[in-house]
């Protein structure tokens, strides 16, 4: 079986030298990196035929890992060197327009998955990387909310991330971000009570001191400008995020069964999407449905259900498109109609 690896290692270590290029001496490699994360990508997914080898379950354990660590140590300096460059004054507007486009878009979708992927890891320091990879963008309550909230209430109204039949995707961010902080906060509390630890030992207050002294550091790096540049390229990582949300769970629903429990969760609550480029680039994150059966399982081992509901474009594409909410129901409101009708009418009750 040939090893995915290479490929995960090229598509998703390159970004790291161009954005740090764009971000030191400017110029063109400014376009090329924010090329590389938009037009380049959409080309190669759709213009290039190659379907991303499925490795074994843990047969590339170590060098997935490798790659996940080695990606956000690069998380951290290119998100350093982003803010002061952006702070400084030795790239032109333009220069910095492209920059902040591409180092946002690299934190919003690759910086994310690979968090996403070392908070599902087993052993506390990759999970805390992931968790830091997460705060530094002042999103860290998502380590919380995303494993003990989001995958149990997945394609249920409970969820505050999972969009519902109909939900434009600006009326979801604001509903998810508020309800997924809360619950976050609601279930780790819960876990200290039934632990008997103490109330400073909570997660929040870790992702609260870690997101003060990540903008305290910014305006170290920069001032004013400096904080401002965090801000805004959290914000914008932070967008990418939910829109992956929106995206991969828009319309899709779980029945009730007659114990008033939803169903079990199946490869139909998640949409998916086969383009390799992109797969790598997000380190196989549109291989959705069989993360959610298999949330430890690690991304080269992932695999494409044949049986999940897939995207009429690749995942980044269908992102862009649900920021026109007009045209994002047009396409896939008769989609996600076509999967709640699909379901299963009658659930065995447990």
Request: one cysteine or more; glycine letters at 8%.
């Amino acid at each position: 079986m040939r090893s995915p690896m290479p490929v995960f290692a090229l598509v998703t270590l390159l970004p790291l030298p161009l954005i740090a290029l764009a971000a030191t001496v400017g110029g063109a490699v400014s376009a090329l990196a924010l090329a590389y994360m938009t037009l380049i990508a959409a080309a190669l997914d759709e213009l290039v035929a190659l379907a991303l080898p499925e490795a074994e379950d843990r047969a590339e354990f170590p060098a997935a890992d490798g790659l996940s660590v080695a990606l956000a140590l690069g998380h951290f300096a290119l998100l350093a060197l982003a803010v002061a460059a952006l702070a400084g004054d030795w790239l032109g507007a333009a220069e910095k327009l492209a920059l902040f486009g591409a180092a946002g878009l690299f934190f919003g979708q690759l910086s994310n998955a690979n968090a996403h992927e070392l908070i599902h890891r087993p052993g506390r320091r990759l999970r805390g990387l992931g968790r830091w990879v997460y705060i530094s963008l002042l999103f860290g309550h998502h380590a919380s909310a995303h494993p003990l909230v989001h995958h149990v209430r997945v394609a249920t109204r409970a969820d505050p991330n999972s969009a519902r039949p109909g939900e434009g995707y600006y009326r979801f961010a604001a509903r998810a971000w508020r309800g997924s902080f809360r619950e976050g906060l609601r279930a780790e509390t819960a876990r200290l009570e039934r632990a008997g630890r103490p109330r400073w030992r909570h997660p929040y207050l870790v992702y609260g001191a870690g997101a003060a002294a990540c903008l305290a550091a910014a305006a170290l790096l920069g001032g004013w400008p400096g904080l401002a540049a965090l801000l805004s390229l959290a914000l914008f990582a932070q967008s990418q995020l939910l829109l992956s949300d929106y995206v991969q769970h828009y319309g899709l629903t779980r029945a009730t069964g007659p114990n008033g429990r939803p169903e079990p969760v199946a490869a139909r609550h998640s949409w998916n999407a086969p383009h390799w480029f992109t797969s790598a680039l997000m380190l196989n994150a549109p291989r959705h449905s069989d993360h959610h059966a298999h949330p430890a399982r690690p991304f080269p081992a992932l695999r494409l259900a044949p049986e999940a509901p897939m995207l009429p474009r690749s995942l980044p594409v269908m992102a862009v498109l649900a920021l026109s909410p007009p045209h994002w129901r047009r396409v896939m409101d008769p989609r996600a109609a076509r999967w709640r009708a699909a379901r299963p009418a009658d659930l065995a009750a447990e």
